[in-house]
């Protein structure tokens, strides 16, 4: 089995300090640090995801590739020193205002850095006020926002309103999701839907894929 | 009480263990409060205090458990359907869903709820012998000041509903102004003390937090001497251990802190612990309400506040995952019912929810009303005695023709319990009788329901001081 065999066999089993001593190893020996994460990391969720959607693997289990898969990013990062690893664009997170759930919005986060995003999280009860203001000073061009309460929904209204209507220089997709939140609320508002964390992250991909 | 059957999750060491849990939590871990004058009052009453931060000794929580009402009455607006805690029959009482925004029509349609709805599906608990109040539904924002919600939908049930209401306030600011339009109702703040036909939910955030809205119900239900049926929402796996035992830890002490809180605030004010426990799915992460592991931790939850601290306690008694009326809806709700029925609950709750509580709908309630009046005739149990044994029937022999002429017959007949919509009848009678379903019968009694016109309960002049409350309210509210 070659080392990035390997590598990827331990992001399947969520195997993070096996992970972490392979690229460390893997690194001390010269090999490419792209190299690496695109034929030794990402390959392991690739397969992770595959037995999800195939209903063999957990949600819990997509979590420790992805916690195995951050610590190789380490490794690679600590090896790299000051030249950065690319990302494969920028995205804006948080629970709106008079909301303080967190766990959902932490999932999305969690699978976007995995699969390669930064992700600028606001954390909860966060303004309207707030998420435009990252959005500009980011140039992020997605936004995610979450909302856990039905009594949240007229917020979550409220806030996609207000960045509709504020100018930006780039291209802004708002998304949205949460337990209350339904496709249709989320059409009413101009948003796009997302029913689950997986899908969110589906859907940021599409939405990077498919941006100017 | 007579016969009555019981499911007891934990053994007397298990049960022990956690109260032991649960007050250490609150005596060590302690909650936060975002809420200044409520955690300045909690810390004159005796509380540890460091910010946000609130803990209470175990000795404490003894003495504010120990002004708990053991006795107390949830009124109705029509004086016809009090509500007396314990109930004196030993029985549950039941109420409807809380929160949904959704509306499945009769004709299937599924969209948010308007304020004739509203009016339409509290006439309905009316004439719902086996509900026992009603709480609010989320009316759409379209329909009514999205600031004020749930201030419009209460002014709207008060009018119509005979029955005892339960408010979920949606802002800080609201939560004054509901007590306010109760009071209205009923003739101001004093008469609601002493009569009180709503009662309060407030939610603690897992782990052990309150945000200023829920820490606002307390405080204000508490000055006011509204009862509160402090409510704990966790999810498993998510924002609680994925263990259903570690669950319902988190559940109870929530509620006994929002418990304590009331009543080192406004001693003797009336409580309904009410944990309302739901689980992550971990293949799609949806929030599930009918998985198995938490129905049960719900019992744990019932067993630890009826048996372990002589409160009386609230769960699902009913819902379901299912997004529509089919077979794993009724397979879910009925199983949930039989096995809340069987546990110690005061209140069961969730009356004509699908869709994990997002959704409402007039004929799921309908047929809830049936089931519950089987879990109901569960709930009693049977006695066993040589009358109910028809022992001397049985040793004079004299049943050559059997026992439909019995005298013990003619004493007891009437007491098998016969749900009023499910099917008796044979194979050719049904035929002839148009292959009615369930769901047939429950449109046809829905019908027959709503024929006479949806109307108002109250006084003329008990509407215009709902109506003059409701326009403080709207000024007040309303940005």
Known sequence: MSQLEEITQAVVAGDEEKVSELCQTMLQQGFDPVGIIGQGLLPGMDRVESDYRSGIKYIPEILMAARAIAKGMDQVERHLGDAQIPKLGKVVIGTVKGDIHDIGKQLVKVLLESAGFEVIDLGTN????????????????????????????????????????????????????????????????????????????ENVKKIMREAP | MRGRIKFDVMNAQELELMKNRVEDLLSIRGIEVDHPELVAELEAGGAEVNGHNVKFSKALIKKALASVPAEFTLKSPSGERDLKFPNPTGDFYVRTNTGAMNYLDVKN??????????????????????????????????????????????????????????????????????????AAAVG??????????????????????????????????????????????????????VTAQGT??????????????????????????????????????????????????????????????????????????????????????????????????????????????????????????????????????????????????????????????????????????????????????????????????????????LKAPVKVQLKDEQIKAIDEALTVAHKALVK
């Open chain 2, 248 to 449: 319902a830890l988190v559940a109870c002490a929530e509620v006994m802190a929002m418990i304590i809180m009331i009543q080192l605030i406004g001693p003797g004010t009336p409580v309904i612990a009410t944990t309302l426990l739901f689980s992550m799915d971990m293949m799609t992460t949806y929030t599930l309400q009918s998985n198995t592991e938490i129905t049960m931790a719900r019992l744990i939850c019932m067993q630890l506040f009826e048996q372990g601290y002589n409160i009386r306690a609230h769960s699902y008694g009913t819902g379901t995952d299912s997004l529509i009326i089919d077979e794993q809806n009724f397979i879910e709700r009925t199983s949930l019912i039989h096995m809340m029925a069987m546990s110690d609950a005061s209140v069961l709750g969730g009356a004509g929810q699908l869709e994990t509580a997002k959704t409402i709908s007039p004929l799921q309630l309908i047929i809830d009303n049936e089931i519950f009046g089987t879990a109901h005739r569960l709930r009693q149990g049977l006695a066993v005695d040589d009358e109910t044994l028809a022992f001397k029937e049985l040793m004079d022999g004299d049943d050559k023709a059997g026992f439909i002429l019995s005298e013990h017959t003619m004493r007891h007949f009437t007491e098998p319990h016969r749900p009023r919509l499910f099917n008796r009848d044979g194979m050719a009678k049904w035929e002839q009788q148009g292959k009615k379903t369930l769901l047939d019968l429950a449109m046809e009694r829905y019908e027959e329901l």
């Open chain 2, 188 to 241: 101001g703040h004093d008469a609601l003390r002493k009569n009180p036909i709503v009662s309060f939910i407030s939610c603690g955030v897992p782990v052990l937090t309150w945000k200023r809205m829920d820490a606002e119900v307390l405080y204000r239900c508490a000055k006011a001497g509204v009862p509160v049926q402090p409510c704990s929402l966790p999810t498993a796996g998510a924002n609680t251990p």
């Open chain 2, 109 to 182: 349609d599924s969209h948010y709820i308007t304020l004739d709805e509203v009016a339409e599906w509290t006439q309905l608990i009316n004439s719902m012998e086996n509900i026992d109040y009603c709480t609010l539904p989320s009316t759409s924002g379209e329909e009514v000041p999205v600031d004020a919600i749930d201030v419009y939908t209460l002014a709207q049930v008060l009018k119509h509903s005979k029955k005892h209401i339960w408010i979920q306030p949606y802002e800080t600011d609201n939560v004054q102004q509901l007590i306010n339009i109760a």
């Open chain 1, 126 to 201: 966060v303004a309207k006020e707030e998420f435009i203001e990252a959005m500009r000073r980011t140039q992020a061009s997605v936004v995610l926002i979450s909302a856990m309460l039905t009594t949240m929904m007229a917020n979550m209204k409220d806030v996609v309103e207000a960045i509709h209507q504020a100018s930006f220089d780039h291209p802004v997709t708002v998304m949205v999701g949460g337990n209350p939140v339904t496709s249709e609320f989320a059409q009413e508002i101009h948003a796009v839907f997302s029913d689950s964390a997986i899908e969110a992250r």
